[in-house]
């Protein structure tokens, strides 16, 4: 588990160890940076998780909302074992963020 | 310095018996395939930093191994954050092994910060592992690797060598790596049973 900012240090091990060897790792990644962020300094790696995992070939699902949040990450994590690659399952801030602004 | 990390990776090779060892990228990893290649042996091609991170998710998921980190003071000094994560952690199986060359022997050897005195078994035991030493000598490498071996760890090694220039290298496929460890470890890399 990690934030979208935590994804843009993650990525070398990401690229050269879990895609390079095929190793599945399910990665469950809470977003910052979409809309509603507070913080300008987290927008620029929160809009390129999308990207960053593309160009990585790493599928990613986004959760819709509570109910179904656990399908999705059993989806993920079955999709990362049976291609034998990490797979990623996004957690939009909406979800998961207080709904005060101006708060972390 | 008294020893060259070709000789005190073949000292250790010897004394390894049944212990699964991740390996560092790089001239590490080169000397341990030099030294005879096994299939519990994890070699990186990558991920630079991460050796020490990787042994201690191994130990922690395989207490009934013993797991040895070979990692190099460069890659080590990434990622510093992950000795504070072992002391938190303290798995009684793994040993950390750090070649201190002094330099980035891999990339021309420019140095490290080592070589300006900073002290990486003293940033372990500051980071909460009093298991840790440095060594000198193949002699003292040989007791003090013996010793963790026969005693509950975690424990840290930093042993000071020369650089050696290392002549073959490793299976560059790493899947083949990947898998040929898992069989060794009795996990099946291809089934999709969790």
């Known amino acids: 588990m990690m934030q979208s900012s935590g994804l843009g240090n993650a990525l070398n091990g990401l690229a050269s160890l879990l895609v390079a060897y095929q190793i599945p790792v399910l990665l469950v990644i809470s977003m910052r940076g979409d809309p509603g962020e507070w913080n300008a300094a987290q927008v620029p790696m929160g809009r390129a998780v999308r990207p960053v995992l593309d160009a990585l070939g790493i599928q990613h699902l986004t959760v819709d909302g509570p109910e179904t949040a656990a399908e999705t990450v059993r989806l993920v994590s079955s999709l990362a074992f049976s291609v034998q690659l990490p797979a990623a399952c996004l957690l939009p801030r909406r979800l998961t963020a207080p709904t005060t602004a101006g708060r972390p | ?194």
């Open chain 2, 1 to 194: 310095m008294t020893m060259t990390r070709e000789a005190a990776t073949r000292l250790v090779r010897g004394l390894l018996a049944d212990d699964l060892v991740v390996v560092s990228l790089g001239h590490p990893a080169y000397d341990l395939f030099a030294a005879g290649d096994r299939a519990e042996h994890f070699y990186t091609w990558g991920s630079m930093g991460l050796v020490s991170s990787l042994a201690l998710g191994l130990a922690m998921a395989r207490p009934d191994r013993r797991v040895v980190g070979l990692d190099g003071d460069g890659a080590l000094l990434m990622n510093l954050g992950s000795l504070a994560t072992i002391a938190t952690t303290k798995p009684a199986n793994l040993i950390l092994l750090v070649w201190d060359n002094e330099a980035y022997g891999t990339t021309g050897g420019q140095k490290t910060a080592t070589a300006h005195g900073c002290d990486l078994a003293a940033a372990a035991r500051a980071l909460g592992i009093p298991r840790a030493a440095t060594v000198r000598s193949i002699d003292d490498l040989e007791s003090a690797f013996t010793a963790a071996r026969t005693s509950p760890g975690p424990s840290v090694i930093v042993a000071k060598v020369d650089e050696s220039c290392p002549g073959v290298k490793p299976p560059l496929d790493c899947v083949f790596i990947k898998q040929r460890f898992m069989a060794a470890l009795g996990s099946d890399a291809t089934s999709n049973e969790r």
